[in-house]
């Protein structure tokens, strides 16, 4: 008989990933609804005089689009998928902010506002795969 207190099975893992979710769903409004607000969130104060808005805004746009798409994968997994693909999706999402990180830490701005998703996507992640059962 299978034992049902498996923490990868725990609906607290649930709670937490729609709570990452969430995370990313509000960050997508952000830069699709209010694109200076979501510039300062990067730390971008102003734009170059030589910037077009329109350019920024339109790629805005898209980083939101992508983050309210990870929002819904990682809904769609927690409450319709398998536990393991739910971990793969944390993981790749992980690897987003990671990558995110990588591009401000090479432009001189904070990556750790993007390096602080990856050890939580990483841990909820391996729960969901069932590393710590």
Known sequence: ????????QSRGL???TGALGTVCLGLGIVDIMRPRDALALLEFDTLPSSADPRLANALLSMV????????MA????????????????????GGVAFGD?????AH???FWNHWVFVPLAAA??????????
């Open 14 to 16: 649930r709670i937490t």
């Open 1 to 8: 008989m299978a034992s049902s207190s498996r923490i990868s």
């Open 74 to 93: 990682l809904y769609a997994a927690s409450y319709f998928g398998t536990n393991k693909t739910l971990g793969w999706i944390l993981f790749a999402s």
């Open 101 to 105: 990180g990588m591009i401000a830490r």
């Open 64 to 71: 939101g689009v992508r983050d309210i798409f990870m929002a």
């Open 108 to 110: 001189g701005l904070s």
């Open 124 to 133: 909820v992640g391996s729960v969901s795969l069932g590393l710590f059962d």
